[in-house]
């Protein structure tokens, strides 16, 4: 069987790094499996790049222009929100003539557009699509925060400062439902959540969605020496160590103005933590995050891409934070977890699916920060450490191993072929 995925960015991102690793664990499970991207980062002969045309970045630089001047809407919002109306036709590509199964992942900013996706799905390959975020099932946005449009018809888009009923989220959320009401997409969900968000819009009810995790390589990311991650990072090795990482530290969906709330309200009830704990936080933009309000010494590292790096820092850390405000199934929570590192996180989105609390971890009340400070106490003093870093660890090494993973979307791809094993 021939599987060709497609994502946007190769290594890039949560989706991109998601893809890769099922590319690599179909590969090692008998799958002639390759991936189709528009950025390649690595030399790996099985990932193929488009063209980059001059009609596509001349189609994006307007798409981009549109949402900048939609309402004085901020750069920020080219992340945000994607009108899909960019991007390259590749069913011409030996790649795509060849493949027995079409998976798509994140294909926005430029990647496929609306049209182009609706070409392929006539190909008459059968098509598979894993939600990685929301924008398959709402009209332009990848989040929709506390919108509750898409379960109806999206217009009047509060991210967009729109009034009107039929602004340009209502006329993508008409052009998808012309796409999908007679598509026979199969769609995987990364989270329960995000199943059930689905599930919820007008656009996918009824649509058959199977909910399959993430996976991550235990190879690489597996237990090691504290003391020796510790020295080789230029960490503090007398300290109680909390991780917070982000590609984007600024990004306010990650949650770090929370994490900083927390950690005041856990000095101000237990002042001893304010010589016992340091904050190790890893993203890009942190100069644009004020630390002053953080109780205790901050140790800021860029963003790290490279697996074997960021495995070291998950094993100089005690604990990994996650105050995210919207989030599916983050590649970091299974990443830490597969180093035996207990996670804190908000009852929001996938992650109360990945942590379970008390058990390998904590999970807070949503947007509490008090219960975020009692969770992180809890997790270093009360709770035994030897015993939820060691559910941490099994929890990865079953649920998301690239075995498991690969097993059930090679299930997913026989049943779409008609065969049996």
Known sequence: MRVLIINTTERKGGPAIAA????????????????LV???????????????????KKGLFIEHLRLSLHNRLGKQHRFRLDLGTSGEDITSLPEFRQADIIHLHWINDGMLSLR????????????????????PFTGICHYAHDCDNYMKHCGSCP???????????????????ALL??????????????????????????????????????RLFHKSSKAVAREALHLP???????????????????????????????????????????????????????????????????????KRMAQVYNAVDL???????????????EAMACGIPCIGFN????????????????????????FAEGIHWLLTEGDYDMLSSEALRKAQTTYSETSVAAAHIAVYNQLTGKNE
């Open 116 to 135: 182009l996706i609706e070409r392929i799905v006539r190909s008459g390959k059968p098509v598979v699509w894993t939600l990685h975020d929301m924008w």
């Open 237 to 307: 090795a007398d300290k109680r160590l909390l991780l917070f990482s982000s590609e984007s530290v600024a990004d306010r969906r990650k949650g770090f103005d929370y994490l900083a709330d927390a950690l005041g309200e856990l000095v101000a009830i237990h002042p001893e933590w304010k010589e016992r704990m340091a904050l190790v936080v890893m993203g890009k933009d942190s100069e644009k995050v004020t630390f002053s309000e953080i109780p205790f010494p901050v140790y800021p590292m860029q963003y790290i891409s490279d697996e």
């Open 181 to 218: 009401q007679h598509s026979s997409i199969r769609f995987i969900a990364c989270s329960q959540w995000l199943k059930e968000m689905a599930r919820k819009s007008s656009l996918l009810r009824g649509m058959d969605i199977t909910c399959i995790p993430n996976a991550v390589d235990t």
């Open 20 to 35: 890769f690793r099922l590319t690599e664990a179909l590969k090692n499970n008998g799958i002639k499996a390759k991936m």
């Open 320 to 334: 990994y934070t996650i105050p995210s405000l919207q989030d599916n199934l983050p590649n970091t929570v299974v």
């Open 38 to 56: 528009r950025d390649k980062e690595t030399d790996k002969v099985t990932t193929v790049v488009t063209d980059k045309t001059w009609r596509v």
């Open 348 to 371: 929001v989105g996938g992650i109360p699916e990945m942590i379970d609390h008390l058990h390998n971890g904590y999970v807070a009340d949503y947007k509490n920060t008090r219960s």
């Open 159 to 177: 991210q967009l400062n729109s009034s009107r009923s039929k602004d340009i989220a209502y006329r993508c959320f008409e052009q998808k439902t």
